[in-house]
């Protein structure tokens, strides 16, 4: 090759690698003149007619439709469409762009074209319509990560995802976590994280110990990084809290001990299933950590579980039922129990208690309460009804319901609306409220009836749901081999910051023993 | 350096790796490796992330797929040849490089050694992984000590070889620590640097993940020699190696001329000499295969079992000594006479004693999981079969047996959408791919699966009463009262022959003849090949004849059952079998008479008992 050749060759090799790179950018294939499909592509997940956050991490998808080649163009009003073309039907979306897109057009529309290239050319697929809501989502969640549990829970860990991008953390694994000392905490059951106000400062945790250990089961209290070990039980014995709640001024804890007790059914889609032979509320002063009751809230002829106070401290409600009198046929009569929402009043600044008042009754709304969670601004309460007991998770009729706490006038006769909009056929319960109070998330196991995938709705200014779509993730078939079910979700403002080496730390210390307390002493269980 | 080794070393090497070959395809049989070891390998976004948190990890990943071809026996053996190869020419290397010469026939130690940790079958750990970057680290940094003159420099390789040894394989430490520490203390002047690597090495050692440490210290006596043996092999190996060229060095002189050719003598002597060492090492395999053939004959039981090849593990159970027949294996053996229809005519062949069936608990005993929840869905307990495999699948995490048997359960509970995430997961896995594709294809065929003739067939099984607090499982009886249980299910289901031939054979081996009595008039609803005659008339099998004529002949009254045959010749080998009983003086002649022509009769069972007849 002659030199002027050369030359003209090592020329054209950058225009060439640039038309090249040009050519293979998303958006280059030629898809005008494509045929129509008029319907909608099948995707999965399905992503169609929802609202979403504008933080929200992108929709990767999957589409299902036979093609060799596949394009998502994404289009708003404002700024220019993105689009995305993959040799497999696959689509991720770039997260940059993805994040342009809907910062520029928050409270706009999103559409979302498919475009599938097979042995006829391109066919597109009709406009799906979604909407960028205005309002942001809390970006963090908090949930427990685990198989589906029978006995066992020696697979078990605390995840925190960032809702913005596919960012996962592991908070806490109870087998890989080890203190600073390198000890494990022996596959320790860890559930009913809790947060104050939507911030991570202050959590709590409970923690069962696993079998053959010698840890009792107490709650773990994280305040600014540090975790600390809090015996609630009844002279060392007993349950501990399980289900707890942070009284808004972070200064008092209200909760449950439940003497829970599992069964399985031999026939039936469910085969767990759980009762509750006996709870009580009690409470806990964070300052100086004395464990105490009022009897208004342990009723020894009741059940009382679940507390969550309203945003302005003045009421704590919670879920009751009356406590059956055959104690020793307990477990068969597990379908017999149903629980109503009560609450009572608390004044903080006296620290008076008022009496329990019924809000809504399980006889008038055919159904168990459980899981009351209250908007941040006070106006809805949700909770989960369900045939009976307290463990909506295993009950394939557990459903959302919401209440509408400005229109009651008289408890009691509250007409709670049950969220047909964003409920499933099968097991949807555990919500988080944002700390805006506009979106929702709950755990459902609408795709199979045993894994719980985690959902997200935005609520309207009218007290209306739109359609429920599923948490992204990075892999768009992820959902379909994850054997695993998300748990507990919390939504949070900011990244948890104790570490998980400080948790399995206070895990294996020693707990404190709560000094005595000044008001009603803490009961044994019935 | 010219580590190029005389044809002789060719030839020993051939013969060596021959035998390994031969001697793990046909004697350790690498599909019962990885059936005992499971090594699961997804490829699946996600699965190696898993291994890159923890040191070690990537060397879990990466046996996990070499180990992939131990479940063909053919292709395992050469993988696991292809790694003793490996460790037998990095030995060479290794000592080559620190000695300037080879040494002969030292190569092989290694690799005997790691044919004894094979032959544990159930040990996961990836030992030849982390013996060959131990090693290819050592001889790394052997070189660059002598390249290398700044102890700094020297310093902080060994520092970051050692933790890529950690991060990379674990335990790869243990053989790159010592070895690099005490190529270091050989330089001189000064030993400190040596020494303080040393101690980083221990340090580090003691500090290392309780895996580790509990390698020198398992309960194992297997195991403890196979890795202390290794451990001392490279640390004393290097340390009198280095301790020799020291002394070499020391007294270096004109190496005598070597006079050509050697008399025959000599060449008898290394002949001896080479045939000796060689002839240790088989004698230390066959030991090593000695001492392991009680858990080789349980594996391949196991193995057998879990392929469902029921001649293969009839075959197998007859390899098994009297202590190992427990509830497990029984019902193992038992089961594969059940599905080639000869329960009911030879269980008593093989080792009879306690319930038929394992115990329906919670145990943190994989195989017994795995079982007990094969067990249950075999019965048509379908919702147990549900519980005790989501247990399972805690103990197993990602064990695709488990996945299997789950997906099953979920198809014949109709729940096809918990089905499809089973097998979807399962397509991931290199071992159980193609079988959860084929599945997954006949669900999109088929819905239903009304075509799937076994799904019917549990369906029809499948228990629909519903019992919150099971009666098999009273407080009295934690472990399940299984008589109620096999009653359940053939009030669900009368033809639930598993359930009808497991309930008479407990009563058998229970020797509760008024049970069986009461029992056999549900046999007129069972139906299968051994109710068939080959004159193709309906008979009963032998076992349940021989019970119902020792009925008959101690009321004296005619048994009449519908669907149940009493042969003439039932009649005639008991009245034989009565006639020796009462001829015998003692009990003890009685059983000799009787053991050539009696000892696989249910009437020999139900006179002398329990005991291995075989």
């Known amino acids: 090759m002659s030199r002027g050749k050369r030359t003209l060759v090592w020329a054209l090799l950058p225009a060439a690698a640039a038309a090249a790179i040009w050519g293979l950018r998303p958006g280059a294939e030629s898809l005008s003149g494509c045929t129509e499909a008029h319907r909608q592509a099948a995707t999965y997940p399905d992503y169609s007619g929802i609202v979403i956050p504008p933080n929200v991490a992108p929709l990767n998808l999957k589409v299902r439709e036979s093609g060799r080649k596949f394009c998502l163009r994404l289009a708003c009003q404002a700024g220019p469409p993105v689009e995305v073309v993959s040799a497999n039907a696959n ?231 009356p406590a059956l009198a055959d104690k020793r046929n307990l477990l068969l009569q597990y379908d017999k129990i149903q629980y109503d929402l009560v609450r009572i009043a608390y004044d903080a600044a006296a620290g008076r208690w008022g009496q329990v008042e019924t809000v809504v009754a399980a006889a008038r709304l055919g159904k168990s309460i459980s899981l009351p969670q209250i908007s941040p601004d006070g106006r809805f309460l949700m909770f989960c009804g369900h045939d009976y007991g307290s463990f909506p998770i295993f009950q394939p009729s557990s459903d959302l319901y919401m209440l509408d706490l400005s229109l009651v006038a008289t408890p009691g006769e509250a007409a709670p609306r049950r969220l047909d909009e964003i409920n499933s056929p099968r097991s949807d319960s555990y919500h988080t409220w944002s700390s805006n109070g506009r979106w929702v998330l709950f755990s459902s196991k609408r795709e199979d009836g045993l894994f719980a995938r985690l959902y997200i709705a935005h609520l309207e200014a009218g007290g209306r749901f739109d359609k429920p779509f599923v948490l992204p993730q990075r892999d768009p078939e992820f959902y379909s081999r994850c054997l695993m079910t998300y748990n507990r979700p919390e939504l949070v403002a900011e990244p ?25 002493p803490w009961q044994p269980l019935k | 350096m010219d580590i190029r080794r005389p044809s002789a070393a060719i030839v020993h090497d051939a013969v060596f790796l021959a035998a390994c070959l031969a001697y793990v395809w046909v004697g350790i049989d690498p599909r019962l490796i990885y059936h005992c070891q499971r090594p699961i390998f997804y490829t699946s976004p996600g699965f190696l992330d898993e291994f890159l948190r923890y040191p070690g990890g990537p060397a879990d990943y990466l046996y996990a797929l070499v180990a992939q071809a131990y479940a063909f026996a053919g292709w395992g053996a050469i993988v696991l040849t292809a790694q003793m190869a490996a460790v037998a020419a990095l030995t060479e290397v ?125 309960a194992d006596l297997r195991r403890v020699v196979v890795w202390w043996g290794l451990y001392g092999f490279y640390a004393l190996g290097t340390a009198m190696v280095l ?52 858990d080789r004959n349980l594996a391949a039981l196991d193995y057998h079992c879990s392929r469902e090849d029921w001649p293969a593990v009839i075959d197998a159970s007859r390899r098994l000594e009297s202590g190992d027949f427990n509830s497990l294996t029984r019902y193992q053996v038992n089961l594969a006479l059940y599905e080639m229809n000869r329960l009911g005519d030879d269980m008593f062949r093989f080792p009879q004693a306690g319930s038929l069936l394992p115990e329906l608990r919670t145990d943190r005993v994989l195989p017994h999981m795995l079982r007990i929840t094969d067990l249950c869905l075999r019965l048509g307990r379908v919702d147990d079969a549900e519980r005790f495999g989501g247990e399972t699948m805690v103990l197993g995490k990602y064990d695709p047996r488990i996945y299997r048997l789950m997906a099953e359960v979920n198809l014949v509970k109709g729940q096809t959408g918990v089905a499809r995430k089973f097998l979807t997961a399962l397509s991931y896995e290199v071992g159980s791919a193609a079988w959860a594709r084929q599945r997954l294809r006949g669900l999109d065929r088929d819905p239903q699966l009304n075509g799937d003739a076994n799904v019917q067939l549990l369906r029809r099984r499948m228990l629909r009463t519903d019992d919150v607090l099971p009666v098999w499982q009273r407080a009295g009886k934690p472990a399940g009262d299984m008589e109620r249980l096999l009653l359940d299910q053939l009030d669900q289901d009368p033809s639930n022959r598993m359930a009808f031939e497991f309930l008479i054979g407990s009563y058998l081996v229970a020797r509760d003849v008024p049970a069986i009595v009461a029992a056999m008039p549900r046999i007129k609803d069972i139906s299968g090949p051994a109710y068939i005659g080959p004159d193709g008339r309906r008979r009963t099998p032998r076992h349940f004849q021989e019970a119902m004529a020792m009925y008959a002949g101690s009321t004296g009254q005619p048994v009449n059952i519908e669907g149940l045959d009493i042969q003439p010749e039932t009649m005639a080998r008991m009245a034989v079998f009565k006639r020796i009983m009462d001829q015998s003086p003692t009990r003890e002649a009685a059983r000799e008479a009787a053991w050539s022509n009696f000892r696989d009769s249910y009437f020999f069972y139900f006179v002398f008992g329990p005991g291995d007849y075989r």
């Not at chain 2, 390249?147 to 890529?164: E, G, H, I, N």
């Not at chain 2, 008898?268 to 004698?283: H, I, S, V």
């Open chain 2, 243 to 294: 301790g020799g060229a020291a002394g070499t060095a020391r007294n270096r002189g004109p190496r005598p001329a070597i006079a050509s050719p050697r008399p025959r003598k000599w060449r008898l002597a290394a002949g001896l000499a080479t045939a000796l060492p060689l002839l240790g090492l088989g004698f230390v395999a066959a030991l090593s295969y000695h001492l392991n053939g009680h």
């Open chain 1, 91 to 321: 689509i991720a979306i770039p997260l940059a762009q993805w994040r342009r897109l809907l910062q520029a057009n928050a409270g706009g529309e999103l559409r979302m074209d498919i475009y599938v290239e097979g042995e006829g050319g391109w066919t597109h697929f009709d406009t799906v319509r979604n909407r960028i809501a205005a309002e942001e989502i809390d970006p963090y969640v908090v949930y427990r990560y685990l198989p589906p549990v029978y006995d066992k829970w020696g697979q078990m860990s605390l995840r925190q995802r960032d809702l913005r991008s596919f960012e996962e953390r592991v908070l806490f694994d109870n087998q890989r976590s080890r203190d600073p000392e390198g000890r494990s905490i022996g596959g320790a059951c860890i559930n009913c994280h809790t947060f104050l106000n939507h911030g991570t400062d202050r959590m709590l945790l409970h923690f069962r110990p696993g079998s053959g250990s010698s840890q009792i089961p107490a709650m773990i209290l994280v305040r600014h990084g540090r975790a600390e070990k809090v015996d609630t039980r009844v002279a060392g014995k007993g349950p501990a809290a399980a289900y707890i709640a942070w009284h808004p001024s972070g200064k008092l804890l209200a909760f449950s001990r439940n003497s829970l007790a599992q069964i399985f059914h031999t026939a039936g889609v469910e085969v767990r299933d759980v009762v509750d032979r006996d709870s009580d509320l009690g409470l806990y002063a964070v300052d100086t950590g004395q464990v105490y009751t009022v009897p208004e809230i342990s009723r020894p002829d009741r059940l009382e579980t679940f507390p969550t106070w309203s945003p302005d401290g003045r009421y704590l409600y919670f879920c009751s039922a």
């Open chain 1, 496 to 520: 948890v910051t104790v570490s998980d080496a400080e948790l399995a730390r206070a895990i294996d210390s020693a707990a404190g023993s709560a000094p005595a307390a000044p008001g009603e």
């Open chain 2, 94 to 218: 290794y000592f080559t490089t620190l000695a300037g010469r080879a040494l002969p026939l030292v190569r092989y130690v290694p690799a005997l050694l790691l044919l004894s940790e094979v032959n544990l079958y159930y040990d996961r750990t990836p030992m030849a992984l982390a013996l060959l970057l131990g090693l290819a680290l050592a001889i790394l940094f052997v070189r660059l000590s002598r390249q290398w003159s700044d102890w700094a420099a020297l310093l902080a390789a060994f520092a970051a070889m050692l933790l890529a040894a950690y991060y990379l394989a674990g335990m790869a430490i243990v053989f790159f620590a010592p070895a690099a520490a005490m190529v270091l203390i050989a330089r001189r002047p000064t030993r400190l640097p040596g020494i303080a690597c040393l101690l980083l090495a221990v340090a580090l050692l003691a500090a290392a993940p309780a895996s580790a440490r509990g390698w020198f210290t398992d």
